[in-house]
């Protein structure tokens, strides 16, 4: 089901940087409407949860930790075409890669430190949404 929603983090590295003003104001100017706004911090068991997919991988185990490492905002986002428009907003994982302009190329420092997550499907926006919010928190 198409859902024109996504969902997003502003990254321990951001917030620790006080980039979330900066980082919600390129979201928004964007035409992404917030219609959920969380300030929060993942436990390395919730972090381990939320990335379960990439488990398998080398970074998997820096990755938890570097997620639990502090607070974080979360958020659900609404535009047409949220995915793919809000993957091109925040730019490549790698920031050394990601194009002029985009949040990463902006606000990210290394490969793992990259300020924001985006969501990579419309079912992952949905699952990882309701990671974080009630069906109360959602508009
Ligand atoms: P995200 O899920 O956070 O939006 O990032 P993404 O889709 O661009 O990248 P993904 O492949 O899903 O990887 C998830 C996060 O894992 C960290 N990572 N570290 N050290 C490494 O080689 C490496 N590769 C990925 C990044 O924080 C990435 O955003
Ligand atoms: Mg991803």
Redesign the pocket.
């Given at each position: 089901m198409k859902t024109n929603r996504t969902f997003t983090m502003i990254?321990p590295d951001a917030v620790a940087n006080g980039h979330i003003g900066a980082i919600l104001d390129h979201i928004t100017k964007a035409g992404f409407k917030i219609v959920a706004l969380k300030y929060t911090a993942l436990s390395a068991q919730k972090a381990g949860e939320f990335?379960a997919v990439?488990s398998e991988r080398g970074?998997y185990a820096?990755?938890v930790s570097?997620m639990s490492s502090g607070p974080i905002v979360a958020a659900i986002l609404e535009k047409d075409n949220a995915i793919a428009d809000f993957r091109t907003l925040?730019g490549?994982?790698d920031p050394s890669k990601a194009d002029k302009g985009t949040i990463r190329n902006l606000f990210a420092k290394s490969?793992?430190a990259?300020a924001?997550?985006?969501s990579?499907s419309d079912e992952n926006a949905e699952i990882e949404g309701s990671f974080f919010f009630s069906a109360f928190e959602k508009f």
């Open positions: 990254k990335y990439h970074f820096d990755l570097f925040i490549a994982t490969i793992e990259n924001v997550h985006g990579d």
